[in-house]
């Protein structure tokens, strides 16, 4: 393999490349976090760009567009609660917090070292695992994307501290929701009135936008600045230094985003929350969680920046993209007649070996332009709201429309924007609605694929090995909300006095 | 003061009038003028996907042939129903132009979901075609499509095939093979190509139905089989796999894509962007680069209009037997 690694390396050692893994990175950046311009897009635009280049700079182009922009979605997550990739919706919960306590800086110094690791992490498990984790990946049959998904279900659980009958009327209010649509098994058209716009389901990421950034502003009219505590923002401009102690919950996270990474029709989404919710599970502090706790932020970026290399094990394996992104760089890899497989590893050995190399400049490169910049970016939570409303609100607009250029979806953020500051007012779990949408479908297809395939026993789900083990984890997720229930309650309320009375 | 309204009522009519004149001789130059501005591809897909490769590759090496960049706009959603919606009722000026994918474009007319018809696009070119194959893990019991039909018999309601779900041409595929053979294979709508891939070589499935072009890096590497092809001939690509036809199953179907301008559009820029078309298509450059990446079959408009009448005929009797 070393002999592959070797000339690989020195194709990467040139101005040209490097330079192209710096611009894919720094584009990856800004596209990551403009909500609605997503790294798949980028990477489509450059397909036919690339065509004609060195499949090495082309590819680690885009290598770094998919890095950067993993990473850049956190920025605005953090910054203005406006997840910038829905990826990054679960770092709001604590990232958003910090920076209205006036630690803005910290919460994107902290984001940038865990998507760092979650990078690396993954970047070697894809390089030196490859192929043994893809043959694990076709192991995950219908039932046990079924099970997947309640996992992440059990999460509400979990997210929703205060009140666990609220959060689970949120999610399912977001299942509900996830109904809308063409039925996924017998194409039946549900709940639509016969807009053309919604046979697809309701879009994701205009929901995302409507729920997190725009009923977040009309929460933030009140107020004159993002920031509450003024005397205190001025810190944040510093460079600030990691809080100890997040290692363990980064190499956990960038373990966990690897894993679901491979999984393709999971996502980068699913496993940030996934992550988070493991994280406060095994938090001994857990009732800090979503107020401004580091550990939740390095949780959940550090399992998106996980994903990247998973996702790209059974792409370049079997041709199978874990996600969109990866199937916009399967376009790239085409193109250079590079086609999944074996071959791949051996014949365009230097290549790809080239290319999966770069990935650790990527994430080098990130990390640098992230601790530097990271004060710069703090800033923009100490700029007026009176500036800064309208500025979110025109982002806002423009990123739902992008996504699928279609003025229905800017409607339909706006309307998910109003729902969701009344949700939220009322004491609803935003996040959970989130969950519910995302894994609703995933849920539903997984349920009826297994059932067609068992001819309708329900045996199917509990008697595969994977199965079980994911029955087991789900059980342990829900059991300490259920059994501990009253204790836990107690504890949260002492928890939320002290907190009173250090504030 | 009603002199004054009806002076200023004369006076508009007049306007209206010098107006329309007016937009007749722009017309008129414009057509002569065409193209001033870039021209916009409406692109029914997700960036990145198939259809989106084709129409940027289009736009890249049309540059030799047309004064104009194309611009690529995707506009997914609905199985492509949204982006053909847009191109039909698209100005008819020639700047907006947009790709067509089967069996889709069709299979929407036959459910009467569609709010437009053949007639409601002036045909370009179609560039791609990707025919279907049904396809099993390599270490399957399934050598032939007989072995398959004969388990079936046997054991009825035993096997399961991937597709990509109701309304596509996986599923047209499947559901005229029960209906050829007799038989009743499961249907299991996974997500997409990559779902399809993911489920048979997991052997979660028994068998694919599938497109040509997403299998092929997996049969080279020696875990995917190709039992047989659903086109009339065999591929001069892949010679040794044979034809449902010649086994005596009758099943064409493929997924083709291609372009087309909305119906009614002056004559001379359809003829100035089917000329560029003619062009780009035969362009070395543009050969090379859809090498390995694109299944090219160029038809001509006619041709092309033909297929789609055909196509249309066949999703209208699907739709009648088994409706999604």
Redesign the interface.
Known sequence: MLSILIPALQTLFTFKVMLAILMGTIGGIIIGAIPGLTA??A???L??VT??MDPVVGLSMMGGVYSGGMYGGAISSILLSTPGTPAAAATTFDGYPLTRQGKGGLAITVATVASFWGGIISTFALLLLAPLLARF??????PEYFLLAIMGLASIVTLTSGNLVKGLISGLLGLIIATIG?D??????RFTWGI??L??GV?FMPALIGLFSISQILSLTSEAQIVQELATAPKSLKRQKMPKGLAPTIARGGLLGTIVGIL??AGATIAAFISYNFAKQISKTPEKFGKGNPEGVAASESANNGVVGGSLV?LLT????GN?VA??L??GL??Q?L?????LFTKHGAITYGFILSLFFANIFFLILGLYFAPLFAKVSTVSNAILIPAIAMLSVIGSYAI???IFDVGLMLFFGIAGYFLHKAGFSLGAIVLGLILGPIAE?GF??SL??S?GSPLIFFTRPISIILWIIIILLILPAFSGGILKKQRQKEGEDESNITE | MKRTVTLLMVLLLFGLMVAGVFAEGTKEKAAANYPTKPVTIIVAS????GT??MA??F??YAKKYFPQPFVV???????G??GF?ALANAKKDGYTIGTLFTPHVTAHISSG?A?YTLDSFALLANVVTDPGVLVVKSDSPFKTINDIIAAEKKNP?SL?GATT???GDDFFALTKFNNAAGIHI??????GS??E???V?????DMAFMNVSQV???V??G?LRMLAVMTPKRLSYLPDIPTFKELGIDIVSDSSRGFAAPAGLPDAIYQKLLDTFQKTLKDPDFLK?S???LLLNIMEPKEYRAYLEDLLKTTNEIYKKSP?
């Open positions: 798949t897009m990477v489509a635009l397909i036919p065509f004609g990946a076709l192991k995950f049959g219908p063409m996924p098994i017998t194409g039946y058209i053309t716009d046979f697809e879009s393709p029709g059974p079997l041709g199978i993209p969109s199937a916009a399967l376009g085409m193109i007649g086609i999944p497989g074996p071959e699928n250029n279609s297809l009826g694929q067609i395939i001819n | 997700k960036a990145g996907g989106d490769t940027r590759l736009a890249k706009v995707n506009k997914p959603g609905a199985g129903q949204l919606e979901r709010k309601g399961t779900g109701p309304g499961k249907e299991v709508p996974a997500k990559s779902g891939k993911a489920e070589l997991g052997g979660h499935v092929l890096s997996n080279k590497a875990e680069a090498k390995g990446v999604w």
